[in-house]
């Protein structure tokens, strides 16, 4: 049987929805024409004011935002209330040089819960259940997120955090937790882990919400076979809110999206055209019920395609499918958003050349980074022990850069290809976008 | 009193050592000492050669990355306790030994070592004051 957190809006009617978003975004145009004035400048020069936004049919006439908008305005340029409305702050993960931070006043929090605890029902989750969260907690949305959308729907709800592997398959068994929440590498990992120990008839779970991470159709059937669950997707963004902004039923054939939060547009990344449905290009999100920090027209460089046939869970909101791809050149390593611009200032920084390589693969369902870049003449020394010094203290900088460890290669010099034009300066041996 | 070091960087792959000693070979130049320091990743090569300036030149054309070093080299007599006694000398006076090595030589009675160390003048000082012969560059040429 399908569970739902808020049935009369998650298989309301076509009408209702547009009726909803043509409501709500006509007046959080106008909120933010009001309160916002970095938008409202960027309207003014597209010669756009609300007046010309009179439903979701005038959407495509505002302006886009960007990452680079977002760290322009860092920190208060995109807040539409005073801070004093505001209860929290998250921010995207570890990405120093391109930090965004996103405020939350407590109305905010709640609908943002409301959506995680949606797509905890999607996944079978009931006030029975022991919801097991291995998200970070913190400033990254997904630990805060999904505890708040399974205090929601009444779960009991284990706040593990990340890491420590032996205390989370103990508290797995011994809790009884029946939903596992976290990022697909680590569900695998953990997977491996408790088939290692010989304990998967000592667990009780069911379901699997798997996000923050772009995962395979081969990796889902792979953690679910390995524990006996059914594994949903979930996506979200710290700009939008976080986790849930869209999520996986049962049918497992794309993710819905709260289309009473959050209108979607699939656009032409290079024209800025809007697509029609079934058509792949970027996903561009409007908040339409956000206080703190609306975004309108945010281009999330993720590539999709957008459906919106019957779906056999009852819900009628448009369903994306997995992201297939990148508009830009950010790489999601461990979870973490990496740009190898970040890359190459640590690598200028610490006096070696920008020709270089990134490397990243999937290692036993878990992320690697390498980072090859040639020997000179410069950073050679007869001494082994000056050059890995110098080797420890690329390594350290680019961790406080990027958050995640990185490993790194000194190659011989004129060994990494240098090709005519653009540069190829990573080489993704995942293979995650499968199209 | 010291000798020139040519050390030279290489990937620690298949071949790369070969590569690198073809070309020392195709051009007549001879090692006079040879010493291997590796990471998992990269190599030195770090090499005493009859002929320095040519084959800084032949490494320069080829594109490898080196840099020249002055080290120390040695004569002992080549029987036991003699690298004990060279290394208590250069111990005593504080001097702290980056890297060393030995070399095959010819010399009836006698073992040529390599010492990278932080003090060169120190050490010569160390050494001559000890009755240890430092040997210059020509007697590699």
Redesign the interface.
């Given at each position: 049987m399908e569970h739902y957190y808020q049935p009369e809006i998650e298989c309301a009617s076509r009408e209702q929805i547009r009726a909803w978003q043509d409501e709500r975004l006509v007046k959080q145009v106008q909120n933010v024409w009001d309160h916002v004035p970095y938008y409202r400048k960027k309207m003014e020069e597209k010669g756009v004011t609300p007046a010309d936004i009179q439903s979701t049919a005038d959407l495509h006439k505002l302006p886009f935002l960007t990452k680079e908008d977002l760290r322009e305005a860092y920190p208060y340029g995109l807040l539409a209330r005073p801070l004093e409305d505001c209860v929290r702050i998250q921010s995207t993960s570890g990405t120093t040089g391109r930090r965004v931070v996103a405020f939350y006043t407590q109305h905010d929090l709640d609908l943002w819960e409301e959506c995680c605890a949606r797509a905890i029902m999607a996944a079978g989750g009931t006030k029975n259940d022991v919801c097991h969260v291995c998200y970070g907690y913190g400033l990254f949305t997904g630990g805060p997120g999904l505890n708040g959308g399974s205090h929601k729907v009444g779960c009991l709800t284990l706040p593990m955090s990340s890491g420590n592997t032996e205390r989370q398959i103990q508290f797995m068994c011994d809790l009884g937790s029946t939903i596992l929440c976290c990022t697909p590498s680590y569900a695998a990992y953990l997977a491996e882990s408790i088939l290692e120990r010989g304990l998967q008839d000592k667990i009780k779970l069911k379901a699997g919400i798997f996000g923050a991470e772009a995962w395979t159709e081969e990796m889902r059937r792979d953690i679910e076979e390995k524990l006996g669950i059914k594994a949903y997707d979930i996506y979200g963004l710290t700009e939008i809110s976080g986790p849930g902004v869209s999520f996986e039923c049962s049918a497992q054939t794309g993710m819905h999206i709260n289309e009473d939060h959050f209108i979607a547009e699939i656009i032409n990344p290079q024209t800025g055209e809007v697509l029609p449905d079934g058509e792949k290009g970027e996903l561009v999100f409007t908040s339409i019920t956000k206080e703190a920090f609306p975004l309108l027209r945010y281009r999330t460089r993720d590539i999709c395609v957008l459906t919106r046939e019957k779906c056999s869970c009852g819900r009628t909101h448009v369903k994306m499918s997995k992201p297939m791809g990148r508009s830009d050149d950010m790489l999601i390593v461990k979870g973490v958003n990496v740009f190898p611009s970040q890359i190459e200032t640590v690598l200028m920084n610490n006096g070696y050349p920008a020709n270089y390589q990134i490397l990243v693969d999937r290692v036993n369902n878990s992320d690697t980074i390498e980072v090859q870049v040639e020997?000179?003449?410069e950073m050679?020394?007869?001494?082994?022990?000056q050059?890995?010094a110098k080797e420890r203290e690329l390594v350290s900088d680019l961790k406080a850069m990027l958050g995640i460890y990185a490993q790194v290669?000194?190659?011989?010099?004129?060994?990494i290809t240098r090709s005519e034009g653009t540069a190829v300066r990573v080489i993704d041996k995942r293979n995650l976008y499968k199209n | 009193m010291t000798v020139k070091?040519i050390?030279v960087?290489?990937?620690n792959k298949p071949g790369?050592l070969a590569a690198f000693t073809k070309i020392l070979s195709e051009n007549g130049i001879n090692m006079r000492a040879l010493s291997l320091?590796?990471?998992s990743?990269?190599g030195?090569l770090?090499l005493i050669v009859d002929d320095t300036y040519k084959t800084s030149t032949l490494l320069k054309d080829e594109?490898?990355?080196?840099?020249i070093?002055k080290v120390l080299a040695v004569a002992i007599p080549d029987k036991p306790g003699s690298l004990n006694a060279a290394i208590e000398v250069l111990g005593n006076a504080q001097i702290n030994i980056?890297?060393m090595y030995a070399v095959t030589t010819h010399a009836k009675g006698l073992a040529y070592m390599i010492f990278?160390v932080a003090d060169n003048a120190a050490a010569i000082d160390a050494f001559t004051k000890n009755g240890i012969k430092v040997i210059c560059q020509d007697e590699f040429e």
């Open positions: 020997m000179t003449p050679f020394s007869d001494s082994i022990s050059i890995t290669k000194l190659v011989a010099p004129k060994t | 070091q050390s960087f290489l990937e790369k320091a590796e990471t990743d990269f030195i770090r594109g490898f990355v080196f840099s070093t980056e890297y990278r």
